[in-house]
């Protein structure tokens, strides 16, 4: 019987298009429950679908440090991540979400009640 060879999967292969990227992205926001290295790791293949030279050169950062902050083994600080972002044609986008009520205790009411 014949072996079949595999290789290891690369999502960055499959990023071709800026809406390929933006709806990766997009659903890696929303996998990512918080953990910042793993939004960190899906910018990274972005970046290598790319190129990451190209994108270090015009995120303002080192090629090495932008390997080093978008491995997933760390957590870049926010103003990288905007930089690289904006290097990539990408967007944050805020949006409203309704939280339970037990979770809004404690939070002002409104703009008067957190002045002191």
Same mark, same amino acid.
């Given at each position: 019987?014949?072996?079949?060879?595999?290789?290891? %999967?690369?999502? @960055? #292969?499959?990023?071709?298009?800026?809406?390929?990227?933006?709806? %990766?992205?997009?659903?890696?926001?929303?996998?990512?429950?918080?953990?910042?290295?793993?939004?960190?790791?899906?910018?990274?293949?972005?970046?290598?679908?790319?190129?990451?030279?190209?994108?270090?050169?015009?995120?303002?950062?080192?090629? #090495?440090?932008? %390997?080093?902050?978008?491995?997933?083994?760390?957590?870049?600080?926010?103003?990288?991540?905007?930089?690289?972002?904006?290097?990539?044609?990408?967007?944050?986008?805020?949006? @409203?979400?309704?939280?339970?009520?037990?979770?809004?205790?404690?939070?002002?009411?409104?703009?008067?009640?957190?002045?002191?």
């Amino acid at each position: 019987m014949k072996k079949t060879a595999t290789s290891r %999967y690369d999502v @960055a #292969e499959h990023l071709r298009t800026p809406e390929e990227m933006a709806a %990766y992205f997009e659903a890696c926001l929303e996998e990512a429950e918080g953990d910042a290295a793993f939004i960190a790791k899906a910018l990274g293949d972005i970046a290598r679908a790319r190129g990451m030279s190209q994108v270090a050169r015009d995120a303002g950062v080192s090629r #090495e440090s932008l %390997y080093k902050a978008l491995s997933g083994e760390r957590t870049p600080g926010f103003d990288t991540i905007l930089k690289v972002m904006t290097a990539l044609g990408l967007k944050l986008h805020a949006e @409203a979400v309704h939280i339970p009520n037990n979770a809004q205790q404690g939070a002002p009411t409104d703009a008067r009640s957190s002045r002191g």
